[in-house]
């Protein structure tokens, strides 16, 4: 079990969202229910290779 954070709200009758770690992949649902399904749908998606050039953070340490 992991914790995954992420964004949303509510526009008109949609609740829209994306994974903080893939911000440039957005879903939708009904619900927030249904987005949270869609956001692990696609967290799958990306996990799996079905996605293309995914965009990653990363950090480093850089001596003065």
Do not use: H
């Amino acid at each position: 079990m992991r914790t995954l954070k992420y964004t949303f709200w509510q526009d008109g009758d949609f609740f829209i969202g994306y994974m903080n770690d893939y911000p440039d992949y957005q879903t939708q649902g009904y619900s927030k229910e249904e987005l949270l399904e869609n956001i692990k749908d696609l967290l799958s998606d990306i996990e799996s290779g079905k996605v293309p050039f995914i965009r990653k953070f990363g950090e480093m340490v850089v001596a003065p």
